[in-house]
């Protein structure tokens, strides 16, 4: 099955200044890959998606690249705000297949005042 | 955009007791749900993948008879925990994905569960 990989476990950054947060997967077949935001308490909230017909995508301070050749995908932030403060998931599935997503670890990231 | 409505956001109850937590897509016809566990600081671990009108596929060390979900229609799903205990305790999540339309898999806002 598909294995996910990500990194940082945590992040913490300036405001104003770029996070990047990074993960592998191992499953070819893969296609779709979405990033989550968690909240404390909170379901995971999709923040961007790419699936693999794409290498990059963006949606203001928020984008996602990814390299099928070396089966990892990013997640950059931009101009960091403490509200972007929480714990960010990757995932990844195939949606041909209605294949369950498959997240990484989390990574936990705090945005310094 | 799609809307997953899960509750309730928490429950409090005795051991032994059973809880029953509600999946309702609202504006989407749901033909696959996922309900997943996540312990604190963890990620999600799914529980299983529940097709509309069909048995629920349980991923391996998931107790069917413990956590018995029902998919009786396109837009909704139900958890239940029987016979629960305090190791039960955890937060759990519902997905469902609407396989018409390329929306990825949205999320409920998820259930905090205690056994006291």
């Known amino acids: 099955g598909e294995n996910v990989e990500q990194h940082p476990s945590t992040l913490s950054v300036q405001e104003g200044d770029s996070a990047v947060i990074k993960c592998t997967y191992s499953d070819s077949a893969s296609n779709y890959f979405p990033w989550y935001k968690q909240e404390l308490g909170k379901g995971p909230q999709l923040i961007i998606d790419?699936?693999?017909?794409?290498g990059e995508k963006k949606d203001q301070r928020i984008a996602v690249t990814l390299n099928k050749t070396a089966k990892h995908f990013s997640l950059h932030i931009t101009e960091t705000q403490p509200e972007d403060s929480a714990v960010y998931f990757c995932?990844?599935?195939?949606?041909?297949?209605?294949?369950?997503?498959?997240f990484g670890s989390g990574t936990q990231l705090t945005v310094l005042p | 955009g799609a809307v997953v409505s899960q509750h309730p956001s928490w429950v409090i109850c005795k051991s032994g007791t059973s809880v029953k937590i509600e999946c309702r897509s609202l504006d989407f016809q749901a033909t696959t749900m996922f309900w997943y566990r996540q312990f604190p600081k963890q990620s999600l671990m799914l529980m299983a993948t529940?097709?509309?009108?069909?048995?629920?596929?349980?991923e391996q060390g998931v107790e069917k008879d413990k956590f018995l979900i029902n998919h009786a229609s396109l837009t909704l799903s139900t958890l239940t925990v029987t016979s629960a205990h305090p190791e039960d305790s955890s937060f759990y999540i519902c997905?469902?994905?609407?396989?018409?339309?390329?929306?990825?898999?949205?999320f409920g806002s998820g259930t905090r569960l205690t056994v006291v």
């Open positions: 995932a990844a599935s195939n949606e041909g297949s209605a294949r369950q997503l498959t």
């Open positions: 790419i699936r693999s017909n794409v």
């Open positions: 997905s469902a994905r609407d396989s018409s339309v390329k929306h990825g898999y949205t």
């Open positions: 529940s097709n509309e009108g069909s048995k629920a596929t349980y």
